[in-house]
């Protein structure tokens, strides 16, 4: 599902013609098949060596292990994804600065963040605080960025997921922050319990149900959970 929205975006922006897209930081590599199915040409960049190597291996899509800094070639991509990336780098700017250079003239870069101006994010157990997370971004934060490293911003608008409430509000009254540790053993006793998995998940569709409404309303407030920008590489004269 977020990969039909982040592609639906793609699409709304303009980019109809699909032609050869980026991903930085890949993931379990769902989007670039995803992207792949929809005509793109797509390939990926990440840190990890292990999720290249796997993503090479049963997509068979390419995946360049590195930073996007160091990407070989002069390649130029229509498209560059970078959804849930930023909040983990020192230094966003430059970041976004390295994925203007490797768009084509008018060429669309999506970028997805958590909000820290959500009303999740004030509850101690919001899903995005993570000790592994440097930055924290809101709409306007988010744009100062991209427009410090030369892009053409086109729409920043927020996202507010099915489980969001859910998980913050879980998390929080199992007390605050959970620790990883503490997170982990929620997970293995779903695993090991059928019927701690079924309440689980029963729960979790109940409380998206029940939330809708407010959801919209976050989104329309700009204060769902999830920053989406879509912003251009501008016109070559």
Request: net charge positive.
């Amino acid at each position: 599902m977020n990969n039909q929205r982040t592609l639906g975006r793609l699409f709304d922006a303009g980019n109809t013609a699909r032609g050869r897209l980026l991903e930085v930081g890949v993931g379990n590599g769902s989007l670039l098949t995803a992207a792949r199915s929809q005509g793109y040409s797509p390939c990926g960049c990440d840190i990890s060596a292990a999720a290249c190597r796997r993503i090479g291996r049963t997509a068979g899509i390419r995946v360049y292990c590195g930073p996007l800094q160091s990407l070989p070639g002069d390649e130029l991509f229509d498209v560059i994804v970078m959804n849930h990336l930023l909040e983990h780098v020192a230094e966003p700017v430059a970041l976004l600065n390295a994925a203007r250079t490797r768009l084509r003239s008018g060429g669309l870069l999506h970028v997805a963040v958590p909000n820290v101006g959500s009303w999740e994010a004030r509850c101690p157990g919001w899903n995005s605080y993570e000790p592994y997370h440097l930055l924290y971004f809101t709409p306007d934060t988010l744009q100062i960025a991209a427009q410090k490293a030369g892009l053409d911003i086109l729409s920043v608008a927020t996202h507010e997921s099915f489980s969001g409430w859910f998980l913050a509000l879980f998390r929080t009254l199992r007390g605050q922050r959970l620790s990883h540790d503490a997170w982990l053993g929620v997970h293995q006793a779903k695993r090991t319990s059928p019927g701690i998995d079924a309440l689980y998940r029963i729960a979790m569709i109940g409380a998206g149900a029940l939330t809708l409404p407010l959801r919209r309303l976050q989104e329309a407030l700009g204060r769902g959970d999830e920053v989406i920008l879509l912003c251009r590489q501008p016109f070559h004269e």
